[in-house]
């Protein structure tokens, strides 16, 4: 399940093997605290650009056997070690500093081209690094891993879409706004209307395809891992289905998942199957 504000990362969940969690848990304290220099405080984008190339060049260190700075020591301490152990590729690291360095600067969305290409840079990595932690190298795997973990990040944007709208962040499609007759000043004054909730069904609808897509990969997966990544496949499902019911009105609202919904959970998860 997530923990905190960094979404869609399990992190050290009971169903987590034992083995990797400290290595998911230094990936995780990474991705937050590169999160948190993009997005929290009151610092221009100038200085957040500076600290997330200092970030950067910690990263780069570590990557060849070297001491990181002493600012992040408490991060790159502990992912130095799960980079020896398991020989986790740097790139999919660096991608995730390349999705935050892009956040700075709050981008406009074309279309559903440019979201991808983000989502291959915010979400796609996190998989990539689970699946190498679980010992799963095979490109339909990766190719399934992508299209859940891009599912998850849309399924985000549309679960925040008012709270991003607040912060001036807009993950909408810009040619599917135009065409729905809106434009970005009713977006960023958070003006919900049944054009929009109509827009946001069509994306939701997008989401639940692409989980749907790789969520077969979960029943591929042996042991813990596998169920990990059932419940983190239905808890996108779950959380798509909570904006239906709310008529799409993610404008004005945001539906969350809690303990309450695990049992329903549980039981999607425990009942998957692969499509005949």
């Known amino acids: 399940m997530s923990v905190d504000h960094y979404e869609n990362f399990p992190v050290a969940s009971v169903l987590c093997p034992p083995t990797i969690r400290p290595a998911v848990v ?20 100038a200085q957040r650009h500076a600290d997330l190339a200092a970030y950067r060049a910690d990263l780069e260190a570590v990557v060849r056997g070297c001491a990181p700075g002493e600012r992040w ?8 070690a799960a980079l020896e ?50 010992g799963v190298r095979d490109a339909e795997s990766e190719r399934r891993s992508d299209a859940v973990c891009t599912g998850l990040q849309l399924a985000n944007f549309w679960q925040d879409l008012g709270v991003d709208a607040g912060r001036r962040r ?8 135009a065409a729905a007759g809106l434009t970005m000043d009713d977006v960023l004054a958070r003006r919900d209307s049944p054009a929009l909730r109509r827009l946001v069904r069509e994306l939701c609808a997008w989401a639940e395809s692409l989980l749907r897509e790789g969520a077969p990969l979960a029943l591929d997966v042996p042991g813990r891992a596998g169920w990990e ?13 909570k904006i239906g019911r709310m008529d799409h009105a993610t404008m004005s609202a945001r539906p969350t998942i809690g303990a309450a919904d695990l049992p329903a959970l549980l039981w999607r998860a425990a009942t998957m199957r692969h499509a005949r």
């Open 73 to 80: 020591a408490r991060v790159f301490v502990p992912l130095a």
């Open 229 to 241: 990544l059932r419940l983190v496949a239905q808890g996108g499902l779950r959380v798509l289905e």
């Open 85 to 134: 152990r398991y020989a986790l590729p740097p790139v999919w690291l660096h991608r995730l500093l390349d999705a935050f360095e892009q956040d700075v600067d709050n981008p406009v969305y074309a279309d559903r081209q440019q979201i991808l290409a983000y989502c291959r840079r915010s979400a796609d990595p996190v998989g990539r690094l689970l699946l190498h932690l679980y």
């Open 26 to 45: 230094a990936v995780y304290h990474f991705a937050r605290t590169a999160d948190d220099i993009a997005d929290e405080g009151d610092a221009p984008a």
């Open 170 to 177: 807009v993950y909408l499609p810009q040619d599917e706004l």
